[in-house]
């Protein structure tokens, strides 16, 4: 999740990316909350640590975990694809097959155990809204946003009520987008389309979620319309398992 890439879609191996970190991302939840009891950021650093770290910080932090605990390397595989875990009823084991990226070879083993741990940030979950396929900007989901730099000078629409299309609006405007919008349908207990409680500056807004998409702009659910030059889905994930056969395949809400 830390280890930041410019790559996008597939790795380096042809892999599927699980990697959705951007260049200036600072932690979005307090240190105190996901630092380790028996390692604190203080310990790692020598020195007291503010409560929102950047990505380097944290990346720093969870190797010097590694190092402090003297967890035995060799036991680890590392460039290592699990592609597919079924279970053998009549050895009661797991058979696991893999590919191990840097030798090229595929193999299977054993096991009594099979912890699934894939997480939940690598597969996006991309909506569809009416006339998208026309928009002559650019449109991408945050799992693959590196940058702000790369939005100077343009209008961006944010897809998201949460903390990436809010934190990635901060971004585009810091490094100079010429004006960012939040799309989103939060909405109050009596069903009527809510605010967040942000101060944003003048530069950034916030817009009921998207009726039409048109060549250049966007119209609203207020009836409002917006010109943009792209279009950022912060629209959260799909839980997914590709490795899993069909028995043991794990059946999620998303």
Known sequence: MWNYTWRTGVDENGETLHNGMYSHLWSNAPK???????????????QNVGSYPPR????????GYFKHSKLDESAIRLSTTVTN???LADQTQFKVSV????AGK?????????????GHFSTPNVPEFPGIHEFQGS??????????TAYKNQRVCLVGGSYSAEDIASQCYKFGANHCIISHRKKDAEGNWQMSPHAWPEGIAEKPLIKEVKLNSLVFHD????PVDAIILCTGYRHNFPFLSDDLMLNCKN
């Not at 105190?32 to 020598?46: I, N, Q, T, V, W």
């Not at 449109?139 to 702000?148: A, E, I, K, N, P």
């Not at 009836?223 to 917006?226: D, H, I, K, N, R």
């Open 99 to 102: 590919k191990d990226n840097k």
């Open 85 to 87: 875990v079924e279970w």
């Open 32 to 46: 105190e909350l996901h630092e380790l009891p028996d390692y604190s950021y203080e310990k790692h650093f020598g």
């Open 56 to 63: 380097v910080a944290i990346r720093d932090y969870l190797f």
């Open 139 to 148: 449109v991408l989901h945050s799992h693959d946003f590196r940058s702000g």
């Open 106 to 118: 595929k193999y299977s083993e054993l096991f009594d155990y099979v912890v699934v741990a894939n």
């Open 223 to 226: 009836g409002t319309e917006e």
